[in-house]
């Protein structure tokens, strides 16, 4: 298989998130059928709402990928978000949040849908915490 480029990742920019249709679980087990050949089930792909997802990542996240210690191109990334008026030390209170990881040139970006407004977009990891997100953990997707 070629290798897979942050130019690859540009085709989903711009994909529009909808709400209980398309989202960023939908969205990463695209990126990783199209780009690299694995057929992924999304664990809470299926549980909307943010305990619902919470929940269903809580007891499935294991059985799709396997913890990582560094980012790989491919990988999966976690992430969350707190949400107003609850307390993120409980992940059943985070909004909870996937992307895909590339590397290019030492740096870390992560394609990922996060909303409604913005649609999918590649940013540096390094921004994401300016935009509320807190990364978790890496994950390589099993199978």
């Known amino acids: 298989m070629p290798e897979i480029t942050l130019r690859d990742a540009e085709q989903f920019v711009g994909r529009r998130y909808v709400a209980g249709v398309y989202d960023c679980a939908d969205m990463a087990a695209e990126v990783q059928s199209v780009l690299f050949g694995r057929s992924v089930r999304i664990p809470g792909q299926y549980y909307r ?3 619902g997802q919470a ?3 809580e007891r499935h996240v294991d059985t799709a990928s396997e913890r990582i210690d560094a980012p790989e191109t491919g990988c999966a990334v976690l992430m969350w978000e707190s949400v107003a008026g609850f307390d993120p030390a409980d992940p059943m209170n985070r909004r909870w949040h996937l992307g895909t990881v590339f ?6 970006w992560v394609l990922h849908n996060p909303n409604e ?11 994401l915490r300016r935009h509320g997100l807190h990364v978790e953990e890496y994950r390589r997707w099993l199978g």
């Open 55 to 57: 929940a269903a990542l």
């Open 117 to 127: 407004t913005h649609g999918a977009m590649l940013q540096l990891e390094s921004e």
């Open 49 to 51: 709402g943010r305990r």
């Open 103 to 108: 590397l290019h040139d030492g740096l870390v």
